[in-house]
């Protein structure tokens, strides 16, 4: 039976890519879309995902928008890396997928609430599902399982302590990680397995169908911004990991652990704090991916963007 699942995302070029398999993959059945300011504006996320799954045919997936802003910090967004429209790199016509028009906190709970067994996957920062366990605690206390896509066990991505999407808002990640739902955690170790190399972007061309096409003028835009930006050759294709995990969890190898999020305002603000070793005494709360079968996730996607023919 497939697994249900909520993508909820801030597209992104990884983001859309993640759409892309969570929507073409029989092992999981995608229930809904939701979005949330992160790599940019709430307006640009939501058009970003709206544009992709346009492209994609995805016309029965309903999409709605969310958390326009962190719960407590100033916002950060990603122009750096997905450029000002967030998702760079193709010549984008208006979509043809409208928006629901309910909150994405509201659409996440009353789905939770109409079905059974629902997987959450958040690859973006996660001030939505913050909203929603506190708004609708009831509700979200019947969620299987959150994978999400954040975090790391060393270094981070946007301070020397912090990934990106935890660093965008921490509080809403502490509130996460504390309340007691079983939580998957994909961080910046795991997906710098699952590098876009010069290779896996000739396999995806070859692919030869319009949504391939998409994807390598994205995958091609968000190497290359990459690359300027930080003078790494080739990017990580982090968000898909999360849903790669939920399809066929073998792939991916997790450790439970103890995570805390660093919410003081310091140096290390939006850390996630992972006692691998188990020398806090605290009660392990995550499983915490560590070890990718990098081949068997790029058979993934490529077969995700075949189905698409």
Known sequence: MAQKIILDCDPGHDDALALLLAHAHPAV????????????????????????????????????AGAARPLMRDQLTAPEV??????????FDEPEVGLDPRHAVDLIAETVAACDEVTLVPV??????????????????????????????????TTPAAEFNIHADPE????????????????????????VTPQILEQVRAVGNRVADMAAALLG??????????????????????????????????????????????????????????ISGREPNALIAQDLDAGAFWDLMLDALTAYS
């Open 221 to 278: 835009f968000y190497s290359q911004a990459i690359d300027d930006a930080d003078g790494l050759s080739g990017a990580a294709l982090h968000d898909p990991c999360a849903v790669a995990r939920v399809i066929h969890p073998e792939i991916v190898e997790c450790k439970r652990v103890n995570v805390v999020v660093e919410t003081a305002r310091s140096w290390s603000y939006g850390a996630t704090v992972c006692d691998l070793q188990g």
């Open 29 to 64: 059945e995608l229930l809904a879309v939701t979005t949330v300011a992160g790599n940019q504006t709430l307006d640009k996320t939501t058009l970003n995902a709206r544009r992709v799954m346009s492209v994609a045919g995805i016309k029965e997936v309903p999409v709605a």
């Open 172 to 195: 809403a990640a502490h509130i996460v990680f504390s309340s007691g739902l079983p939580v998957t955690m994909v961080p910046l170790d795991l997906t710098h397995q699952a590098m």
């Open 82 to 91: 997905h450029g000002q429209s967030g998702l760079e790199g193709w010549p």
């Open 124 to 157: 973006g920062p996660l001030t939505n599902i913050a909203l929603a366990l506190h708004r609708h605690p009831g509700v979200m206390a019947k969620v299987k399982d959150i994978v999400l896509m954040g975090g790391s066990s060393g270094l981070g991505n």
